[in-house]
């Protein structure tokens, strides 16, 4: 089969297609012809040597799929050849078959094409788990959250789901482009992080109360600001690094506030985990999904030739949602 390969780490140019072993599953795993991929930054990690997969995983990119059943594990039960599916992966998406854990399959959901359902598994399996769990973020109706980069893949998904089950949105983006599309998303308060601080329009909005939850993709740039924007009783759930690994955390302020630091992560948790946040996410957003008010955010969909540009563009952060790679 072909498959996106690293050939060293470093930048996009590492990436190449070539012939590689098909994989064969295991007696819980199915195998699915790939129909589509997706970029996700922990993919440029990967690649530039900085984010290893998990033991045991495939060592070709790929943290999620859609595509078609091709076989089955002797111990599957409840699917079968034929079936179109997308799925969360450890690893193993940029090629044209994949084995997956049977626990981490997903349907595609109803008005949703094969290919745009690559979109879908690690958002909506991520922002389930990390912000309406019980985990983290346990957001409810009526209470406040602030979506960083919500013009991000999760940050599409986030307001939508968030803005779906009643709570009020409040999102940063760079661009006006992006924080008009966030609106049109469903975000009711925006701000320009390159002109505004988020903290003092929060504190003007919510006079002074603050926001029940943030889920933040920037680490250790955002930290004091983000326990500052907190209300009380919040919750701060990190998942990003994009600004950087070490920061500066006021307990004073965490303490008065009676906050608390959530870190999230789901590509390394063992398969019950993951096959319980799947079961969880399917029961709780594909019918947001199928009801329409969820849907898959792709900016474009490019080949599994084109890995290469598609990650140039992802890292530009030029993008609005995914970017996918058509497989078949």
């Given at each position: 089969?072909?498959?996106?390969?690293?050939?060293?780490?470093?930048?996009?140019?590492?990436?190449?297609?070539?012939?590689?072993?098909?994989?064969?599953?295991?007696?819980?795993?199915?195998?699915?012809?790939?129909?589509?991929?997706?970029?996700?930054?922990?993919?440029?990690?990967?690649?530039?040597?900085?984010?290893?997969?998990?033991?045991?995983?495939?060592?070709?990119?790929?943290?999620?799929?859609?595509?078609?059943?091709?076989?089955?594990?002797?111990?599957?039960?409840?699917?079968?050849?034929?079936?179109?599916?997308?799925?969360?992966?450890s690893g193993g998406g940029y090629a044209e078959k994949v084995a997956v854990p049977v626990g981490q399959l997903l349907p595609v959901p109803a008005g949703v094409s094969l290919v745009d359902a690559a979109a879908l598994p690690e958002v909506t399996c991520t922002v389930w788990?990390?912000?309406?769990?019980?985990?983290?973020?346990?957001?409810?109706?009526?209470?406040?959250?602030?979506?960083?980069?919500?013009?991000?893949?999760?940050?599409?998904?986030?307001?939508?789901?968030?803005?779906?089950?009643?709570?009020?949105?409040?999102?940063?983006?760079?661009?006006?482009?992006?924080?008009?599309?966030?609106?049109?998303?469903?975000?009711?308060?925006?701000?320009?992080?390159?002109?505004?601080?988020?903290?003092?329009?929060?504190?003007?909005?919510?006079?002074?109360?603050?926001?029940?939850?943030?889920?933040?993709?920037?680490?250790?740039?955002?930290?004091?600001?983000?326990?500052?924007?907190?209300?009380?009783?919040?919750?701060?759930?990190?998942?990003?690094?994009?600004?950087?690994?070490?920061?500066?955390?006021?307990?004073?302020?965490?303490?008065?506030?009676?906050?608390?630091?959530?870190?999230?992560?789901?590509?390394?948790?063992?398969?019950?985990?993951?096959?319980?946040?799947?079961?969880?996410?399917q029961h709780a957003v594909w019918p947001m999904i199928e009801a329409e008010q969820v849907r898959p955010i792709i900016d474009r969909t490019l080949s599994l030739d084109d890995a290469g540009d598609a990650h140039r563009l992802v890292d530009s952060s030029d993008h609005i949602?995914?970017?996918?790679?058509?497989?078949?």
């Open positions: 089969m072909r498959a996106v390969v690293i050939t060293e780490f470093g930048g996009p140019d590492v990436l190449a297609v070539q012939d590689v072993p098909d994989p064969t599953p295991k007696a819980d795993e199915v195998i699915i012809d790939v129909a589509a991929t997706a970029i996700n930054r922990a993919d440029l990690l990967q690649r530039q040597g900085h984010y290893p997969p998990p033991p045991g995983a495939s060592d070709i990119l790929g943290m999620e799929c859609s595509g078609t059943i091709a076989a089955v594990g002797e111990t599957v039960a409840g699917w079968s050849v034929g079936d179109e599916v997308c799925a969360l992966l788990s990390m912000v309406f769990g019980n985990e983290a973020g346990r957001l409810q109706p009526g209470e406040r959250i602030l979506v960083h980069g919500g013009s991000s893949g999760i940050g599409t998904a986030a307001i939508q789901i968030a803005h779906g089950r009643g709570a009020e949105v409040l999102t940063t983006a760079g661009t006006q482009r992006k924080l008009d599309f966030c609106r049109e998303l469903g975000a009711d308060v925006v701000v320009n992080y390159r002109d505004e601080d988020f903290v003092e329009v929060i504190d003007r909005h919510t006079d002074g109360r603050g926001v029940d939850v943030v889920l933040d993709n920037m680490g250790a740039s955002y930290l004091p600001r983000n326990v500052a924007a907190l209300a009380t009783g919040g919750r701060l759930v990190v998942l990003g690094m994009q600004g950087g690994v070490r920061g500066e955390l006021d307990l004073g302020a965490l303490l008065t506030k009676r906050g608390t630091v959530h870190a999230a992560g789901l590509r390394a948790r063992p398969a019950a985990m993951k096959a319980e946040i799947v079961a969880e996410t949602g995914k970017v996918l790679l058509r497989v078949r």
